[in-house]
């Protein structure tokens, strides 16, 4: 096991709606990246916090944000929920420096109906 | 053009077989490389790093060739146990702290 949890595992929604999904990072990671994975598909970056502050972020529109928190954990908000956000949602902890190896967390998987 | 870029596959092989994934890259500026695992329904889990000189890790072999922004994963003797989705990930160049993740190959090995 990696040490990344994830909460909750499984979440069904509808569309309109505001989802909050949250991970905690393994112990002494301080940079934590979320991922969007759907079906078939390989895991989509949408950002990356370090130190509470986010410091990258893929092609994602503002509805989706997130936080850092001091512990290192984070939430990944999204509001106005579409049916093309159903997917499952990966959250990955690391030390920031490059080569660095990710640990995936078992992932959220959201359902908008 | 997607960033990176892997072989559709799915790869159907036999036990024992050598089989090798492709990967391109866009991003000349890209700085890390590597390839992960991903079981069905599972999170990705690294498989190893790759380095301009090339790494090998038992049955596993890769390289990177940063002139042509290319990566391959080599699998000699393949095991039943080497069925997955192979991802490629690049890290970093222009866009900052990015990680990108190709699309995955899908491997089956049959006995």
């Known amino acids: 096991e990696t040490g990344v949890t994830q909460s909750p595992t499984h979440l069904i929604k509808t569309r309109g709606q505001q989802v909050t999904l949250r991970c905690s990072s393994q112990s002494g990671h301080n940079t934590v990246s979320w991922y969007q994975q759907a079906l078939g598909q390989g895991p989509q970056f949408i950002f990356q916090?370090?130190?509470?502050?986010?410091?990258g972020r893929g092609n994602f529109p503002p509805r989706f944000s997130g936080l850092q928190f001091p512990n290192y954990s984070s939430e990944l908000n999204v509001n106005a929920l579409e049916l093309d956000d159903s997917a499952l949602y990966l959250c990955?902890?690391?030390?920031?420096?490059?080569?660095?190896?990710?640990?995936f967390g078992p992932g959220t998987r959201l359902t908008v109906l | 053009r997607k960033e990176v870029e892997q072989d559709p596959g799915p790869f159907n092989v036999p036990e024992g077989a050598t089989v090798a994934f492709n990967c391109t890259y866009s991003?000349?500026?890209?700085?890390?490389f590597f390839w992960y695992r991903q079981d069905c329904r599972k999170e990705p889990k690294l498989l190893m790093s790759?380095?301009?000189s090339g790494n090998e890790d038992g049955r596993f072999t890769a390289q990177l060739n940063r002139a042509s922004q290319y990566i391959s994963l080599l699998i000699r003797d393949s095991k039943l146990s080497d069925s997955a989705t192979y991802l490629c990930v690049v890290w970093g160049g222009a866009g900052g702290f990015k990680t990108i993740f190709g699309a995955g190959t899908r491997l089956f090995v049959k006995a």
């Open positions: 916090y370090y130190r509470e502050e986010e410091n």
């Open positions: 991003n000349s500026a890209s700085q890390s």
């Open positions: 990955a902890s690391s030390l920031q420096r490059p080569n660095v190896t990710q640990y």
């Open positions: 790759v380095y301009s």
